[in-house]
């Protein structure tokens, strides 16, 4: 057994028993409904090991995970013109907050809190149907994780449109200062739809890879995004990928990582491993809690750390 | 040559001749004077390599790069219990803003804003005189440059003292919170003195080098502080170390650092190299507009990015 | 002719010749072509007597003036209770500011800005289908004013509905946290409708008249609402009537008042008189400039200040 | 007896056995010693009649009451030029908010939250000795009271300079953006002596006549003030004289007043009466609880509301 095969081992089982979980999200009402006693993990090495421990196999909804495979897309598409619409600073607030898009008259702080995810969604948007936006982004996915059979969990998205009050203020905020070029009806469908996607920490994992192998696809060895452009992906989501939680995440598990209320995150340790942890119970800045314990301690038992040995 | 070396040569030349060289800070009286045209870089290996560009022997006030030196003691003298004082997240706030203390009762949100430095210079100087605090401060600086001709610029600590009133501002502020332990004139008076020190690029790269190095001291190797703690302090500097542009360093530079109004900034690659830069030119962030893009270019040649090759 | 005819023919001629006229509101399409030219005003007395002068008699839209009859009649209905989903307090911000309700957990501070208004207009929804509710409104007002043709400019309330994504912000904050009963979109067809009625300055002045009678309508002499709650509003009016420019109000006109985005504003002299100005530029506070210049300029012949001779 | 005599009597005792009293404040050390039992109140008609209850012949401390007659001095030797230095807005903030003052540059809102008060002051300095300054104030409260008997607590003053932290970041945010004109510690220092100055309801209310008699001084008929002034100063109390608690009582009292952390209001009903009341209890916001209950029952009693009868 390797290093890395016995650490995440470990892992699983401390976390299986652990009794501080933190509290299952409740304002999307079908995701209230999770067992908070899952715990999954999968690790896949940039020499193609895999290593996975607990429920890595089962699905669960990635939520805001999803904002890093938007942001590629839209990237993509729009190059750095999307940082016109969407500024890449920490914005000091919780996911959803309303008042610094007042403030910066409706440019979102950065593409992972919802108003920013929204923006690059919006981009995508353009141009097409939100079927075909949405049809777009899960091809995109499911080649990354070279799975086709990843999909969108309906239920997840219906019960999000329907209670999607907070995003649809953000959404309507934006569009008043022209930031969003569509109905926001329909950036918001293609939004909800996004998030509802279900993906275990394996496909997750491997989804993640081309950000630890400088934007290669490891199936073909060809180029996903630009080194560069992997580089600052990576940095966006170590300055911003867990709310008002980031730097803490930053300080503990030292690496750049993305959570989802659902209680996924996707971490990378660039030239090492692409990182995938569920666990659904959260912490009060909305990041899954045992997830971000496992990260912090395998980061450290596998000297991972981008901040030093 | 070496490629460090011929790196380092090109980019001092290129900045020597660039034009758009930012607003030199005009807050500080003492400081308003300084030449725009200077620009110095130093670079300091891990193996001892050194190479060093422009006005890397010139003396300039290291201002808010001080905030990395005393964050590092008053960890070594008050352990984790410093977090009780201070944040650890990004503010999304430029530098002197007061708003965040209102909002979260006079706890900073980092230890890099200036009310965080305000608060840990005041944890230092607690149980001493002033005197005996700023002492201690410089001779740490003095042990880790190996340098005991590192000074306080009295002319600038006097011009801050007089001209203080939003540090004074924030001091008060914590005051009334109980978040200050000492009397305001006192840990204010250590605070101007600490961001008076003068050091050139060399003397500040050399002063960096323990972050490079996991905690350890290049001419002894004991070390200074733990390995874990040099990491969490590089984390810090990432997410917090130039206020409201922290984000932006992050995405285009991709290592840890720390801005000072006097136009320097140290920056660390982890188990390479300490790396400091001056251009007094300010960019509307109040980083220096020039350091960031030598920085960036540097980086890029040396493939030093902590988020990937 | 009387003090007060002078005084309005006085005040009219001086108010068409003026040049400095403010700005006609753009953001509503529909309103953004009215004729910054014109000018009305129209007097209504305790006692009977009517003085009137320029447009007096063209309808405009009232816009927000609509909100000082939607929250006599929600008080009508609800009683006390209305006071639990929005305060009475000055808000210190703009009229579509959304930052107060994230601090204040979505309750609107006061009933005159637009998030406190819409929460009004849902409470008068609540039970009945929104074409109720609007006939409603609209039966209300006619009532006050004694005239069965005011009406509303339907091109103007959809003009609002397909532009006004800001309302629908804050609208969609408020549903999140549970300060709406109705569906969103429900709540704010009948807010946009009832902003769009369309009155000349003298039947606003005559829906007024109950304002400054202790409640009481001048036609009947019945109480419209009891003569507690009609000082009650004219404090609101005065505190709040003018969004972050009621201070000034109060300060120069000293008289409750309430404006409208359309130009229009009502002001009450309690004991005295009702009265209705129409200009449609206004100051950087979105209420009516020359309005506000003809009504200090009407209250200081009158001697009607609330605040002393 | 006449009807105001029986008014304040049965008021008196009423409040003499209530058991809601609010808090006394604790953050200036020596009014947190202050006995809540106290209910004084004292009314002064325009007529010269006068009517006293409780506790109205003890003396305390006015602290923010004292705003009321800094204003006025201010008014009379700055004249409108005070307005570019303070604004005339409801803050909507606690009485030592500093965020507003952050987003306005250093501008306060109005001259009743305490950044504002502290400018009027600093005017009232300029040019003085800060001896001189703070004799000019008590010899116009002397004046206005036609009482030469009252004077500072110099205990009350020491307490407030050792500990008032966050009145000296006010003005040290002010000062960093050249709002103050002479040093912060001397206008600090007259500001914490005026806040100290003791009187009793009936002095208070004797010194408040001028603002119910347009400005004129009873004693002599000569004016005090313009009519005009004593109008607006009315209606700034109105807008602004009770922090975030002001539409709160412009709702229940239907007078303009100031209140003070000292438990006492001064308040006006305009062409009527100058009215003060004291109890030490305060309410959330910082007001007098009895004080203001005590107000809502006099005013209604008596029909004194300037919103209508």
Chains 1, 2, 3, 4 share one sequence.
Request: glycine share 12%; with cysteine; charged share 20%.
């Amino acid at each position: 057994m390797s290093k890395l095969q016995t650490a995440v081992r470990d892992i699983a089982e401390e976390m299986r028993v652990r009794t501080d979980r933190g509290e299952v999200a409740t304002y999307i009402p079908e995701l209230a409904n999770v067992e908070p006693k899952h715990f999954g993990i999968a690790v896949v090495g940039v020499d193609g090991e895999v290593a996975t421990g607990g429920d890595f196999a089962m699905p669960f909804s990635i939520q805001s995970v999803s904002k890093v495979f938007t942001l590629t897309l839209a990237l993509g598409k729009a190059g750095d013109r999307l940082w016109s619409r969407v500024g890449r600073e920490p914005s000091g607030s919780p996911f959803n907050s309303i008042v610094q898009l007042e403030f910066e008259k409706g440019k979102p702080r950065n593409p992972f809190i919802n108003a920013g995810a929204i923006a690059v969604t919006d981009l995508i948007l353009s141009g097409h149907q939100p079927r075909e936006a949405l049809g777009e982004i899960l091809r995109f996915i499911r080649f990354l994780a070279d799975d086709p059979s990843i999909a969108i969990d309906e239920k997840v998205a219906a019960s999000e449109q329907r209670t999607g009050y907070r995003n649809a203020a953000l959404a309507n905020y934006m569009k008043s200062f022209g930031v969003l070029e569509n109905p926001v009806e329909l950036a918001l469908g293609v939004y909800y739809h996004q998030c509802a996607i279900a993906m275990s920490c394996l496909q997750l994992a491997r989804a993640g890879r081309y950000l630890a192998m400088s934007g290669r696809n490891p199936e073909t060895g060809h180029p996903v995004i630009q080194a560069e452009r992997a580089r600052r992906i990576n940095a966006v989501m170590l300055t911003c990928g867990h709310y008002d939680g980031s730097g803490e995440f930053a300080y503990r598990v030292g690496l750049p990582g993305k959570s989802g209320v659902g209680g996924g995150i996707l971490c990378i340790a660039p030239g090492k491993a692409s990182i995938a942890v569920w666990s659904p119970g959260l912490d009060l800045a909305g990041n899954s809690h045992l997830g971000r314990v496992a990260l912090e301690a395998l980061t450290k038992r596998m000297g991972w750390s981008i901040f030093g040995a």
